[in-house]
């Protein structure tokens, strides 16, 4: 790991020469109302997108499957010719049916046919990295991810992509994925207040594996606590920034895909970064409960 600039630290992919910051972009709140079509402004979408980039942004998460497609164009038109050092993470495995569910996507058509959809949206020769997305809604279910996995080992073996990681996966999932490729990241449902993957997190960390939570802010209801709110307070900070923070305090192989829509809220959460929480602040929300459910819709 280095140091760097207001972005903080750097994290090396194991086993690559890839660089991530640890504060990065999620863009799947780039897309319309329910994660379906366009956004109500698409230039603020582009925006956003400039600004993250403008800022030292170089770790975008993002998927063919919000919008559909929409997201992906939308990085394409306001980034494109990308910076080189700008890492694009997608994800395979899912497809939105004509009433906007989400419906896994897993064979090896399907596998191959979003590789494709993810290269021509983007308008790449390669996909850095590519996330397997199995298992359910929220959480992963126990079952062997050999047969899609072994589809997308053989898209990076014919180059079409750099680097493979799982999504809503169990350990015994990577472990039956390591004997077949390579995997950089793990990027599973966890913030301040959802931490059934802590066991998981320290030992990806021992392995020098990322872990990229998605939802770090709660998802499409954010996170609401008391204890996040009076933490805040104590810090002159949002309770966001803290919850950013106390991700980044948590292990150092965490690196974060925060969404949002908003320039304001993209500054607010890059500046996280730089937040130091003191003790007292890690023990305030050791035991943090919820005022509010942390989901709303479905994830993917
Ligand atoms: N692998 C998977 O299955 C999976 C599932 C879900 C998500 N993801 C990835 O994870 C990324 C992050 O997840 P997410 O965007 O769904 O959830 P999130 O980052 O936990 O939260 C996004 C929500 O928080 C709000 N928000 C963001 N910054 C804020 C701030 N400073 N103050 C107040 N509200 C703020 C956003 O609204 P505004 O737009 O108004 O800021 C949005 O409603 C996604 O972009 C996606 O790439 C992956």
Same mark, same amino acid.
């Given at each position: 790991?280095?140091?760097a600039?207001?972005?903080? /630290?750097?994290?090396?992919?194991?086993?690559?020469?890839?660089?991530?910051?640890?504060m990065?972009?999620g863009? %799947?709140?780039?897309?319309?109302?329910?994660?379906?079509?366009?956004?109500?402004?698409?230039?603020?979408?582009?925006?956003?997108?400039?600004?993250?980039?403008?800022?030292?942004?170089?770790h975008?998460?993002?998927?063919? =499957?919000?919008?559909?497609?929409?997201?992906n164009?939308i990085?394409?038109?306001?980034?494109?010719?990308?910076?080189?050092?700008?890492?694009?993470?997608?994800?395979l495995?899912?497809?939105?049916g004509?009433?906007?569910?989400?419906?896994?996507?897993?064979?090896h058509? /399907?596998?191959?046919?979003?590789?494709?959809d993810?290269?021509?949206?983007?308008?790449?020769?390669?996909?850095d990295?590519?996330?397997?997305?199995?298992?359910g809604?929220?959480?992963?279910?126990?079952?062997?991810? /050999?047969?899609?996995?072994?589809?997308?080992?053989e898209l990076?073996?014919?180059?079409l992509?750099?680097?493979?990681?799982?999504?809503?996966?169990?350990?015994?999932?990577? /472990?039956?994925?390591?004997?077949?490729?390579e995997?950089?990241?793990?990027?599973?449902?966890y913030?301040?207040?959802?931490r059934?993957?802590d066991? =998981?997190?320290?030992?990806?960390?021992?392995q020098g594996?990322?872990?990229?939570?998605? =939802?770090?802010?709660?998802? =499409?209801?954010?996170?609401?606590?008391s204890?996040?709110?009076?933490?805040?307070?104590?810090?002159?900070?949002?309770? %966001?920034?803290v919850?950013?923070?106390?991700?980044?305090h948590?292990?150092?192989?965490?690196?974060?895909?925060?969404?949002?829509?908003?320039?304001?809220?993209?500054?607010?959460?890059?500046?996280?970064?730089?937040?130091?929480?003191?003790?007292?602040?890690?023990?305030?929300?050791?035991?943090?409960?919820?005022s509010?459910?942390?989901?709303a819709q479905?994830?993917?």
């Open positions: 790991m280095s140091k600039t207001e972005l903080g /630290e750097k994290f090396r992919l194991p086993d690559t020469a890839t660089d991530l910051y640890r990065g972009y863009a %799947m709140q780039l897309a319309g109302p329910g994660v379906w079509g366009p956004p109500r402004d698409v230039d603020a979408a582009i925006a956003v997108l400039r600004e993250a980039v403008a800022m030292g942004v170089n975008i998460d993002t998927s063919d =499957f919000y919008g559909p497609h929409v997201t164009q990085i394409k038109k306001a980034l494109h010719p990308y910076p080189a050092a700008l890492v694009i993470v997608t994800k495995g899912a497809r939105r004509p009433d906007k569910s989400w419906i896994p996507a897993l064979s058509q /399907e596998l191959i046919e979003g590789a494709h993810n290269l021509r949206n983007l308008s790449l020769d390669q996909l990295i590519v996330n397997l997305r199995v298992g809604v929220l959480e992963p279910s126990e079952g062997s991810i /050999e047969e899609p996995l072994t589809a997308l080992a990076k073996r014919r180059g992509i750099r680097h493979i990681g799982l999504s809503n996966v169990t350990p015994r999932q990577l /472990e039956e994925a390591q004997k077949i490729t995997i950089v990241c793990i990027q599973n449902f913030n301040v207040a959802r059934a993957d066991a =998981f997190i320290d030992s990806l960390s021992k594996i990322a872990y990229v939570p998605f =939802f770090p802010l709660g998802g =499409f209801t954010p996170l609401q606590s204890e996040l709110d009076r933490v805040a307070a104590s810090l002159q900070a949002t309770p %966001m920034q919850a950013l923070a106390w991700l980044l948590r292990s150092p192989n965490i690196l974060l895909i925060p969404g949002t829509s908003s320039t304001k809220h993209l500054r607010e959460n890059l500046s996280a970064a730089a937040l130091e929480l003191p003790s007292h602040a890690i023990d305030a929300l050791a035991g943090i409960a919820l509010a459910p942390p989901l479905p994830a993917h």
